[in-house]
């Protein structure tokens, strides 16, 4: 049997209301959470990330999930919980180039390209775990593993728009990784 991945994007917060960097910070609306995603009636493992919003999402969906430091946003540095327009008036030059080199972390935080890497070795564990997972996490953590699953090259991250509650499905069939895109229905684990 393949190993499949089912990656769940938390549910909205401030930040990602505001377009700011993330904070800690809780969900806005938990009780929206499982009319959104829909029924999660079976999975063999699940894994969350150790943000506040991610084990509330997890909880909402009523996950028992092992928390995993690997399944983290990316570290922002001196911009979490700045919004993205305030970092840009203050911080051009820092901003443009964190949006087109992903080595870089102006932020003195996490670059993209270390998200990538954490991101890819997490997902490469899960190879050879028969059955299904589900893992809630953040936008920049679903990217880095669809860019990893397909072999895109790093600077797609920013071609890539991940929502709140959206659910990605990755499989392994013992060689290689594929991105499965579907209606939220067709994803569920059934």
Known sequence: MPTRLTLICHAATRATRS?????DEPLEQPASVSGAVGSLRRADRSWTSPAL????TAAALELAPDVDSDLCDCDYGRWAGRRLSDVGAEEPNAIAMWMTDVSAA???????????RRTAAWLD????????????????VIRCAILHAIGAPTHSFWHIDIGPLSMTELRHD?????WRAGRAKDLQLE
């Open 19 to 23: 377009a700011a960097f993330p904070l």
């Open 106 to 116: 102006p932020h003195s935080g996490e670059s993209i390209a270390d998200v990538l």
């Open 53 to 56: 919003c991610a084990r509330q």
């Open 125 to 140: 564990r899960r190879i050879g775990e028969d059955g299904r997972g589900v893992a809630v996490t953040h936008a920049a």
């Open 174 to 178: 013992g060689s290689r990784w594929r």
